[in-house]
């Protein structure tokens, strides 16, 4: 299973969990097995159905730019980076 590594502002939304392993092949399975558990974290990771565009994804170091299409190996490490707003 990948590992998702939460970050500080969502863990509101995992009891806290820093890091979940969820299986998925893709982003957007991942996000789905995660919303399985963790069902208030989806609306702030996806968009219909699409990553909402103040969020970015790294996979095992990686910035993903194939959306939740993007692929997910069975052991990969998964940050989701939300946008930080603000300043000039």
């Known amino acids: 299973m990948a590992t998702v ?25 991942v ?7 963790f069902p208030a974290i989806v609306e702030h990771l996806l968009e219909h159905d699409e990553l909402k565009p103040s969020v970015a994804v790294s996979i095992d170091g990686e910035m993903a730019t194939g959306g939740v299409l993007e692929s997910v190996g ?5 940050h989701f ?3 930080i707003g603000g300043g000039r």
Do not use: C, H
């Open 31 to 37: 996000i789905r097995n995660l919303g399985q558990r």
């Open 81 to 83: 980076i939300p946008a």
């Open 5 to 29: 590594i939460i970050p500080a502002l969502l863990r509101k939304f995992t009891d806290g969990l820093d890091r979940v392993d969820v299986p998925g092949r893709t982003i957007r399975e």
């Open 74 to 78: 069975a052991t990969s490490e998964i």
